[in-house]
Nanobody, 121 residues
Framework: QVQLVESGGGLVQAGGSLRLSCAASGSIRSINNMGWYRQAPGKQRELVAS???????NYADSVKGRFTISRDNAKNTVYLQMNSLKPEDTAVYYC???????????????WGQGTLVTVSS
């Protein structure tokens, strides 16, 4: 079994910063891509940023230049540093990881439970 546990969400004023963390635990043999998604009320879940095992990154246009994704492979942890936050960044943020579990051959996708980020104007 694998668990992804997010932390770091909360309430912040526009222009402020937050740092999200997501730690993966369990019978993990390897983690491939990791990423952060978000879902605002009444909207579909969208990709915010992703990072490969060799640290290649990808960002949604709406967060480029403001958010930075990073990972610590030794700790099976991914981070999202969010600066210059805007009210439109308000959403539940979900961690995602492609993991190999135990002796399994293929990567499977796992999700965290989500952490709420609220940006006030």
């Amino acid at each position: 079994q694998v668990q992804l546990v997010e932390s770091g969400g909360g309430l912040v004023q526009a222009g402020g910063s937050l740092r999200l963390s997501c730690a993966a635990s369990g019978s993990i043999r390897s983690i491939n891509n990791m990423g952060w998604y978000r879902q605002a009320p009444g909207k579909q879940r969208e990709l915010v940023a992703s990072i490969s095992r060799d640290y290649s990154t990808n960002y949604a246009d709406s967060v480029k230049g403001r958010f930075t994704i990073s990972r610590d492979n030794a700790k099976n942890t991914v981070y999202l540093q969010m600066n210059s936050l805007k009210p439109e960044d308000t959403a539940v943020y979900y961690c995602n990881a492609e993991v190999k579990i135990g002796i399994a051959y293929a990567y499977v996708e796992r999700w965290g439970q989500g952490t709420l980020v609220t940006v006030s104007s």
